[in-house]
Each structure stands twice: as C-alpha cells, then as structure tokens.
C-alpha cells in the first residue's frame, strides 16, 4: 500500500494561515493587538505608557492573570469554581484574623490560610466528584457560604468588616516579602539615575524612580503563567487534564484518574485565589469583607478570551494569560483615557460574547463539525 | 494449538436475570473469533466478564494457562485483554497523539522532572498508524477530524501497540460505511496476522465471515457450539442468531433479503 492511495482526496490540504487559526491563543493576541492599538492612539499622552501607567495596568493585569490560570487548567479539566472571588475575600480576612486579631507571627498566618483554602478548594472538589452534581452549583454555595462566613467573622471577633494594620504586622517577615516585596530595585535605581523612567523631583525621596521595583504580585503571576503552562502542555498531568475535561469517561477507561485530576484542579484553583488575597492585603495593609467581588467570573471571561471552551477539554494558560492582560490595559486605560469607568462592564460583556463567539468557529474547524 | 484464553461454563446472574446460562468458548492467538448474536444475546455481557467490568457468577477464566480473578478492567488490561468498546474511548478535541497515549504518556526527564516526550509519541503515533494504513496530516490532528472507521483503527492500533494479547472489538462496524467497514475489517486482518487474538463481536453475518475463522452464535445466554471457517455458511449462521424458525417466516415476508 502506497501513501497515495490512501490519501482520502476529498480532504484538502490546509493552509498556515488556518493552522494558525486554530490556537486557542488566536483570541487573545488579536484581542491584545486591538487594545494596545486603541489605547497607543488615543491615549498616549494620558501617562499611560509612562513607567507609573505601565506599572499601574501591569498590576491590575497581574491580578487578573492570577485567578485565570487556575480557573483556566479547571475549566479544562471541565469544571467551574465559582467561590473564587469568595475564596479571596475569605483568605484576605483569615490573614488578618490570625496576624492582627490573633496576633501570630504574620508567615504562620499566611501558611495556615493557604493550607484552609486549599482544603476548601479540595472540599469543593470532592463534592463535585462524588455527588456528580454541576460544579456550577456546588460552587455557587460555597460562594455564598465563604462570602457569609467573610462578614460574620470580623463583626463578631471585632465589630467590624474591615481589618487593617497587616502592613504593620507583616513588617519585616520573610514571607510577607514573598507576596508584598518588589524586586530589580537596583535595576530600576539606576534607570532612574540614567533617565529612562521618571524620578521624584522633591521631597523625600527626590532623586529615587517613581517606581522602584517590580512587585511580587507580578512575579507570581508570571511564575504561576509559566509552571501552569508547561505541566498542561509539557507533562503527562497536563494530558490527563485535557482528558478528564474533554471525556471523562473516555480518559477512565484508559486509567485516567480523572477523579484525583478533578479534586487537584479544585485544589490549585483556591490556591491561585488565596495567592492573589495575600499580595492585596499586603499591598493595601488592610483586609475588606467586600475584596474580591465578581473575581469570579472576571477570571472566568479572561479564559474564554484567551481561547479556552466553557465545555472543557481545549483551552490554554497564556491564552488566559493574554486574556488578563486585555482586561487590565481595558480598565485602567479607560481611567487614564478619561472614559467613564462604568464602561468597563459593557466592555466585558461585549468582549465575552464575541469570544464564544470566535471559540465555537474555532472547535468547529478542530473537529471538522459543520 | 493451546487457546490463550478459555472461558468455560460461564455464567452470569443480575439478580433473577440470568444472562449468561453456562458459556463455554476457547479463543486461540492468531485467530478472529466472531461472536454472533441478536440484541439481548448475552454478547456483551460475555465480553465485559472477559474484561473484568463483570465478576462471572459461575464458571471459570483460564488465560494463559492460569486461573484468572479479574477485579477491575484495569487488572485484564494489564494481562493483556485490551477491549475497544463501540463508543472508541477517544476524546475529539485532543490530538491523535495525544490520544494514543492517553493513560500511558511517555516520559523523558529534564532536570530530573519528569515531561511528556513528545517527539517519541509523535513519532510513534505517525509510524503506527501509517502501519495501518492511515495518512495524518500530522500527529496534532485532532481525532475529531477522523472518521468512524479511522477513530475505530486509531482505538486498535492503541491496543495493540500497549501489548494486547486478547482484543475485544465490541461491534466496530455497525455504525460504519460500506468503506470504512472494509477499511475496519482490514485492519482486523493485520492485527490476527501478527498473532493477537481477535474477538469479533457483531450481528453482521457478512461483516463475520469476511474476517472470521471462528464462529460461535450466542442466543439467550447459551451457545450452539462454536464452528469453524467453511463449516457453516452464513445461512445457517443467520438462522441460528435469531433461533431457528421465527427468521424463517421473516424472512419469506422479505424475500430472504435479511
């Protein structure tokens, strides 16, 4: 049997251009061209390209990306975790119960929150897999519950929903300055000194940059964009997470365990949420009862950007990764831009609804459905 | 020749139900051994004690020459019972390759972390199924692309190539075209021929004798006997799927075109 013979001649051949097209990145880099575009011409004089603006929408995309890589790979592995943005206010006001209230030493409290919402994040899992209920529900509880427990908490231990003082507390601990820290700062000193980003002109710190470092909240979000990139393409994990959202029974059948894959997913998930309220509260030195509203489902439409099927089983982390970064350039450059900030929303409602647009063509050109 | 696989007196109970009254088959390596019968047969639950989905409530499994226990159908897969059930067990949206070893990812280390290699699966995966006759455009095609026939050859090649001595294909044709069937049936050709057995399940006669060598027609939970190839025609066969007269009447209302 020769090649030719069995080629099936009714297939074409395919073009580069609609291989390109099917990557689940395709969203998010048209999606960023776009933005930056947009924003390189009609708001370049704004202070937005300057080293605070840069620094200023880097962060809010920092954050964004955070919470999208974890809801990113659980998507994929087909479910959803809506207690995200519970889940951060939960954590933010665990740190400050046990390092303010409690007053433990401020790395035993941030370890002990980590270890309570992983848990939680792994109890969200187990529900779902046991029961076969839609993670959708399971989670939608747990959004309320957390976000209740979040408010009762403060108001009983100390009549109020919002703890400060972190900043204070957290002063001088090593892991404190895991989350809050910035690094490169000699790096950007001496930027300063050379003239390439802007240095205060008076005052105490005349003669410093403006911005003095890259902060740890960004660091992690490219840390956790990197590892979650390599385990779900590079490593036999990542398969099975592919495998476990894409047909779980099938990926059982092959001795997937999807159940275990699952429950980690759910797991990773809450970590990625508790990661993003230790660098808020670091940053902002207090912990709020309110923090983290809609988190959710921001991630949520920053994965679907970024190419991934609500479905699961498709989808890619710096597809997510682009995904938050157009939401960040989108909120704070509308600020700077002077455009109405409530137009943010409309913004994401539109942007979502034209990337399940593109993300349904797309699945159909995988799979040759018509 | 000694059978790889003997499967004697089965019999099978779900609560008053017997579906299985006493099987006895012996299926020898090299050979494609067609089970026949109407729907509610026992076929398929035949095949699943094989595989270790149904425990037998009586009877005995000797593969190999040894007494088996089957568990789970993790423990007949790793004894080298591989079943490639109707549904294919393959997922759409993934990439042939990925597929391919879906369960069994290769692994080379970098760093001494462990990462999925690949290269090697790639090449594997194109080498495996230009083996069986079908041209990828690459080994990142999604299997959705693929037609029936193709995912059912892809599901067998799998098998084969992570070491199935015994494979059950359980009716790989019946949702197939006149092509793809011939195609399906080819590779079950080239699958005997390196010495697997093979265990045909279909209520095809025609699809039955273009492969098989045995034939064995099951019919509420009994056997007739097994007969071999030039034996029995396909007449016969028929006849005895659908137990004797009722098909007889049938098929004079048709025209003896069933």
Not at chain 1, 163 to 175: F, P, S
Not at chain 2, 50 to 66: A, D, L, Q, R, Y
Not at chain 2, 125 to 137: F, H, K, P, W, Y
Not at chain 2, 220 to 239: H, I, M, N, S, Y
Request: hydrophobic fraction near 50%.
């Amino acid at each position: 049997m020769t090649d030719a013979s069995n080629r099936d001649e009714r297939i074409k051949e395919t073009s580069s251009l609609r291989r390109a097209m099917i990557r689940p990145e395709l969203g998010g880099i048209v999606g960023n061209i776009a933005v930056f575009t947009f924003f390189l011409l009609f708001a370049y004089d704004s202070g937005m390209f300057s080293s605070q603006g840069v620094l200023n929408w880097s962060v809010v995309s920092a954050q964004f990306m955070i919470i999208a890589v974890g809801a990113c790979l659980l998507m994929i592995a087909g479910e959803f975790d809506l207690s995200v943005g519970s889940m951060i206010g939960f954590a933010g006001m665990m740190i400050a119960i046990f390092g303010v209230t409690l007053a433990w030493p401020m790395w035993i409290a941030i370890l002990t929150t980590f270890v309570i919402c992983v848990a939680l994040g792994a109890v969200n899992g187990f529900i779902v897999v046991r029961t076969g209920l839609p993670s959708f529900i399971v989670t939608l509880a747990t959004l309320f519950i957390l976000r209740g427990f979040t408010i009762f908490i403060p108001q009983t231990l100390e009549r109020k929903t919002i703890i400060g003082g972190i900043r204070e507390t957290a002063e001088g601990d090593w892991l404190g300055a895991v989350f809050g820290g910035k690094i490169l700062k000699g790096f950007f000193a001496w930027l300063g000194d050379i003239g390439v980003i802007s240095v205060f002109e008076s005052g105490t710190r005349a003669g410093q940059p403006v911005v003095d470092g890259v902060p740890m909240l960004i660091v992690w979000a490219i840390g956790l964009v990197v590892v979650g990139h390599v385990v779900l393409t590079r490593t036999r994990f990542g398969n099975w997470i592919f495998a476990a959202g894409g047909d779980a029974q099938a990926a059982r059948y092959v001795g997937v365990p999807v159940e275990r894959v699952k429950i980690l997913m759910f797991m990773f998930t809450a970590f990625c949420a508790t990661v993003f309220a230790v660098c808020q509260v670091m940053e902002f030195g207090s912990a709020g009862a309110d923090r983290g509203l809609l988190k959710e489902f921001e991630a949520i439409i920053a994965v679907v950007i970024g190419g991934a099927l609500l479905t699961g089983g498709y989808g890619s982390v710096i597809g997510a990764a682009l995904g938050a970064l157009i939401f960040g350039v989108v909120q704070q450059g509308l600020f700077f831009a002077g455009v109405e900030s409530s137009l943010f929303r409309v913004f994401l409602g539109v942007i979502l609804l034209l990337a399940v647009i593109l993300n349904t063509y797309i699945r159909r050109l995988i799979t040759g459905e018509r | 020749m000694e059978p790889i696989i003997r499967m004697t007196d089965i019999e099978k109970h779900f609560g008053s139900v017997i579906a299985l009254a006493g099987v006895t088959i012996d299926f020898f390596p090299g050979e494609c051994h067609c089970l026949l019968g109407d729907n509610g047969a026992g076929k398929s639950t035949f095949i699943k004690t094989m595989s270790g989905v149904h425990k037998p409530t009586k009877g005995e499994i000797i593969f190999e020459g040894e007494q088996m226990h089957f568990e789970d159908p993790r423990e007949s897969i790793k004894a080298g019972i591989a079943t490639v059930y109707q549904d294919l067990a393959m997922i759409p949206l993934m990439s042939v390759s990925r597929n391919f070893f879906m369960g069994n990812e290769p692994i080379k280390r970098r760093l001494g972390l462990p990462f999925f290699d690949h290269e090697l699966a790639n090449e594997v995966t194109m080498n495996e199924m230009r083996a069986m006759g079908i041209q990828l455009r690459g080994p990142d095609q999604a299997v959705g692309t693929l037609s029936g026939g193709e995912r059912q050859t892809v599901a067998i090649a799998r098998a084969v190539h992570f070491g199935a001595k015994v494979l059950i294909l359980d009716e790989p044709t019946s949702a197939l075209g006149v092509r793809q069937t011939a195609n399906v049936l080819a590779t079950v050709d080239k699958v005997r021929k390196q010495g697997i057995a093979v265990v045909f399940i279909t209520h095809n006669v025609r699809h039955a004798m273009a492969v098989g060598d045995r034939f064995t027609v099951l019919n509420r939970g009994k056997t007739f006997g097994t007969a071999t190839r030039g034996e029995v025609t396909p007449e016969e066969l028929q006849d005895l799927m659908a137990g004797g007269q009722e098909l007889a009447t049938l098929e004079g209302s048709l025209g003896g075109t069933v």
